[in-house]
């Protein structure tokens, strides 16, 4: 979960204000900013244990980014479209 205290959160949001990142960013290069952040976090030894950790990260990341950003969206368009009959089914 991206939910860490408001005090902590100001070194990481001032770290992302310095980044080139908008909507035209392509990404191929968010994948290798996201890579080089993780081989970071893994450190010079790497064990499973925190390999796992990360991939843990990763899928929390994207569950979140789906359940937050994405789910939204896609309801909206359902509104603004209309659904598939198909998942009408039950109605």
Do not use: H, W
């Not at 925190?50 to 309801?75: H, M, T, W």
């Amino acid at each position: 979960m991206p939910y860490i205290k408001k005090e902590d959160r100001k070194v990481f949001d001032d770290l992302v204000k310095k980044l080139k990142i908008d909507e035209n960013t392509p990404s191929g290069e968010l994948n290798y900013l996201i890579t080089k952040i993780l081989l970071k976090a893994t450190g010079k030894k790497r064990t499973y244990k925190r390999l796992n950790e990360l991939k843990g990260v990763l899928g929390c990341c994207g569950s979140e980014f789906y359940r937050r950003v994405i789910a939204p969206y896609e309801d909206e368009k359902i509104f603004r479209n209309g659904d598939l009959p198909e998942f009408n089914q039950f109605e």
